[in-house]
């Protein structure tokens, strides 16, 4: 059982961190839209005694590993544990991968560290990532599993952290690679950056590889959260990410506060997935930073746009909210109790001192503007204070 490293850099299948699961080709069985339905039934772990041995062993070794490589030596108590989650699928059957998060609840209990993901659409691909239990900054492997005809097939992956995997897994049509299977992981970095792994099935159905070796994977912005979408219903899927973004850097923005949050929509061309748009998420505070940055630029038409009652512009002027600013001119102290708060309240920095406000917001034609600014009656930091118009 050999683990796949790519020769351009130590790598992009090296640092992704992702499981591969079982592949239904459509040489060997129906594809997915035609498949029968099937009852699952129900599941249990097969030879625990044997299980608990293997665990044990792969314990014992991944104790005794040294160093952060996955090679050499230390590969064995990978190894063991791949071998485990091979024989766990197989008990499961071609027609049950669907419940193959089995795999991780039972490794678990038996002390050892995995991270399992599937494609809900394309439940026969499976993708386990193994993680040494007593040493974090060691690589990870993640063993791929998938079927070629009858014959459940594995295959390794060496990986740089690995954590939270999201995977996708689409039929191209092209012969010479007939599944391709992108997957979303987090770095071990500290800051935990997303990266994008795009590896195709060859046209054999026996072995993966990484689609375009030569080319840098995309950026997709750092650490956040991402989705795989077929947003134009082709049966293609693109990839969102959402990041937080860069904040301006005359607001101060309380820890639990809303930020603001970049979307990246990437699609697949010949050359790979690459950016196809990006955008702030339109939120309340995303419009009153646009607002006040509007009022700076002295934009009165633009920024007149963002209230509900444009007469309001003369009166943010004269509050000193166009004016020269500098860092953390603004606060953003608390808002709604609300995932998605509709107000919130801020403090402002100005040249007659700090100025509390809560401001509201509502949406017109779909997008949000302002509604009203008030000043609260009770101290600021208070959720539940209210507040009076001025």
């Given at each position: 059982?050999?683990?796949?490293?790519?020769?351009?850099?130590?790598?992009?299948l090296a640092s992704a961190g992702l499981f591969w699961a079982v592949v239904a080709f459509r040489t060997g069985a129906p594809s997915p839209a035609a498949a029968a339905p099937s009852f699952v039934r129900p599941w249990t772990p097969p030879a625990a005694d044997s299980l608990t041995a293997?665990?044990?062993?792969?314990?014992?070794?991944f104790r005794a590993n040294q160093g952060d490589s996955v090679g050499g030596s230390n590969y064995r108590a990978?190894?063991?544990v791949g071998t485990i989650g091979r024989g766990v699928l197989r008990s499961l059957g071609r027609r049950n991968t669907v419940q193959a998060h089995v795999l991780q609840p039972l490794l678990d209990s038996l002390g050892l560290m995995t991270e399992v993901a599937i494609d809900p659409q394309l439940p026969e691909f499976v993708l386990m990532v193994v993680h040494n239990p007593f040493r974090p900054t060691a690589d990870a492997l993640g063993f791929l599993y998938w079927y070629r005809v009858d014959d459940l097939r594995i295959q390794g992956v060496v990986l740089n952290g690995g954590r939270d995997p999201l995977v996708r897994v689409w039929w191209t049509g092209r012969s010479e690679s007939p599944y391709e299977w992108g997957i979303v992981y987090h770095q071990a970095s500290p800051e935990g950056e997303m990266k994008l792994l795009l590896i195709r099935?060859?046209?054999?159905?026996?072995?993966?590889?990484?689609?375009?070796?030569?080319?840098?994977?995309?950026?997709l912005g750092g650490a956040g959260r991402a989705a795989w979408v077929d947003v134009n219903g082709d049966e293609l899927p693109e990839l969102i990410t959402w990041v937080r973004a860069q904040p301006d850097s005359t607001f101060e923005e309380c820890g639990e506060c809303p930020h603001l949050l970049t979307e990246?929509?990437?699609?697949?061309?010949?050359?790979?997935?690459?950016?196809?748009?990006?955008?702030?998420?339109?939120?309340?505070?995303?419009?009153?930073?646009?607002f006040v940055r509007l009022l700076r630029e002295g934009n009165r038409a633009a920024a007149s746009r963002l209230l509900v009652n444009p007469a309001k512009l003369d009166q943010a002027l004269a509050l000193g909210w166009g004016g020269r600013a500098t860092r953390d001119t603004w606060r953003v102290e608390y808002a709604e109790d609300?995932?998605?708060?509709?107000?919130?309240?801020?403090?402002?920095?100005g040249s007659k001192g700090p100025q509390h406000y809560i401001v509201h917001f509502a949406t017109r034609e779909g997008r949000w503007i302002i509604q009203d600014w008030l000043v609260p009656t009770k101290a600021p930091g208070t959720p539940a204070g209210r507040a009076r118009s001025k």
């Open positions: 059982m050999g683990h796949l490293r790519s020769r351009s850099r130590a790598t992009f293997w665990a044990a062993e792969a314990l014992a070794r990978y190894q063991i099935l060859d046209q054999s159905g026996s072995f993966w590889s990484e689609a375009l070796p030569e080319r840098e994977p995309p950026d990246r929509t990437f699609t697949e061309r010949r050359e790979g997935f690459t950016l196809n748009d990006s955008r702030l998420v339109p939120t309340p505070y995303a419009n009153f930073v646009l609300e995932h998605w708060p509709h107000w919130l309240a801020l403090r402002f920095n």
